[in-house]
Nanobody, 124 residues
Framework: QVQLVESGGGLVQAGVSLRLSCAVS????????IGWFRQAPGKDREFVSC????????YYGDSVEGRFTISRDKAKNTVYLQMNTLKPEDTAVYYC?????????????????WGQGTQVTVSS
């Protein structure tokens, strides 16, 4: 079973950058893809980004395209989410998740394994 641990969240002001990390254990590198999702109070869990572990291919949600960058360090089994030009509407709990699937990677229901989440709060 894949285990994921997020870190790097915090309270920041609008306009600054923050980098989240997702450490992945028991990773099946040939068949596991990693996604980032976020959930603000009272809202549904929203797709942020995902990365295909084997190829490095990436996908982004419309609200973060051009501001966030996902990457992975194969040697460290870690996925990063670099978040630039943060806005108050980026405030949420950020989760990383893992899936062996390649279809519908923007859907939270495709991911069977989840981390505990890390809080990101952006003040105006």
């Amino acid at each position: 079973q894949v285990q994921l641990v997020e870190s790097g969240g915090g309270l920041v002001q609008a306009g600054v950058s923050l980098r989240l990390s997702c450490a992945v254990s028991r990773l099946s590198t040939g068949a596991t893809n990693i996604g980032w999702f976020r959930q603000a109070p009272g809202k549904d869990r929203e797709f942020v980004s995902c990365i295909i572990w084997s190829t490095g291919g990436t996908y982004y949600g419309d609200s973060v395209e051009g501001r966030f960058t996902i990457s992975r360090d194969k040697a460290k089994n870690t996925v990063y989410l670099q978040m630039n030009t943060l806005k108050p509407e980026d405030t949420a709990v950020y989760y990383c998740a893992s899936t062996p699937n390649y279809a519908n990677l923007r859907s939270r229901y495709e991911y069977p394994y989840w981390g505990q989440g890390t809080q990101v709060t952006v003040s105006s």
